[in-house]
């Protein structure tokens, strides 16, 4: 399942947040999985990398406000969230469930999402930008 949250990155952040929780309370383990892909833009690229540059400099910035430029900074960058069920055969039911669920709940309704299939043609090329990823 793909989400295209855009420059949202505190509802992305809500949706990472959100899957872990799932993740701890029905002990999924390796089953639900995510990964995050931000995508920067080529003007608010530029922006965002003197943006960095200034907020080292620093060494006694407040760490709980975020400037203006770390808000332009996030608002710069594309983010996707790149979510992978991991269950076996036997788990359709519970598959399923999931694939119901995760769309209808807040943070993923709000975003743009694409569910690829095992079968689907772009499950490959799905497969491999998830595994490159960190």
Request: charged share 35%; glycine share 10%.
């Amino acid at each position: 399942m793909i989400y295209d949250f855009g420059g949202d990155e505190e509802a992305a952040q809500q949706a990472r947040h959100k899957i872990d929780g799932w993740k701890q309370g029905f002990r999924l383990g390796d089953k639900l999985a995510c990964k995050f892909e931000r995508e920067e833009n080529a003007a608010g690229g530029a922006e965002a990398s003197d943006a960095d540059g200034e907020d080292r400099k620093p060494a006694k910035k407040a760490a709980g406000k975020k400037s203006k430029d770390a808000v332009a900074k996030n608002s710069a960058a594309r983010v996707r969230l790149l979510v992978r069920l991991g269950f076996s055969a036997h788990e359709k039911l519970t598959q399923q469930r999931w694939l119901d669920r995760i769309p209808s709940e807040e943070p993923f309704a709000s975003a743009k999402g694409e569910t690829i299939r095992q079968g689907d043609p772009e499950f490959e090329k799905s497969s491999a930008l998830y595994e490159g990823l960190d």
